[in-house]
């Protein structure tokens, strides 16, 4: 996929972690800011209404799952 550049703000603090966290990884910012937007957009997208019927599916049936992982 191609890359786009674009500007936008962060926080100075974030900032400086951000690049901590690149350097000790190796990794490049964009790499790791893209990973998270990507991360966020699959995790915001779920529907709510299916984000609760799971979680009361696995609240419901916690001993079953219990048993079955045995």
């Keep these: 996929m191609k890359a786009v550049k674009f500007a936008t703000q962060i ?6 972690e951000l690049k901590k966290y690149a350097e000790e990884s190796d990794k ?3 790499r790791i800011v893209t990973d998270a937007v990507n991360e ?4 915001v997208r779920v529907r709510p209404a299916f984000t609760e019927a799971l979680e009361k599916v696995l609240v419901e049936n916690s001993e079953l799952l219990k048993r079955l992982a045995k």
């Design 11 to 16: 926080d100075e603090k974030v900032l400086k």
């Design 28 to 30: 490049s910012i964009s």
């Design 40 to 43: 966020h957009l699959k995790r």
